[in-house]
């Protein structure tokens, strides 16, 4: 699980450089300015998630883990296709 989250961050991070640098030259950002509000509860809930993961992460073992992330990326799925779809 920790090789699989370092490894996620390495090749995340390049990406969303690039696609900051991108998008901060046009007026894509603007979106953000206007909903600072929205904005602002995603980055605290985002931060106080990877904390509460974090701490999780250490006790309780991946066997748990491990279907927990595939029960949340299914839900997820299921979620997007049905919204799609509509």
């Known amino acids: 699980m ?3 989250g370092s490894l ?3 090749i995340s991070l390049p990406t969303m450089l690039v696609g900051f640098g991108r998008y901060s030259r046009d007026s894509t950002f603007a979106v953000l300015s206007e909903n600072g509000r929205f904005v602002a509860a995603m980055a605290i809930g985002s931060v106080v998630g990877s904390f509460i993961g974090a701490q ?7 066997k748990v883990l491990l279907p927990a992330l595939a029960l949340v990326l299914l839900l997820s799925s299921v979620k997007l296709w049905l919204h799609r779809r509509t």
């Open 56 to 62: 999780l992460l250490g006790g309780i073992p991946g």
């Open 8 to 10: 996620s961050l390495a």
């Open 2 to 4: 920790k090789i699989a």
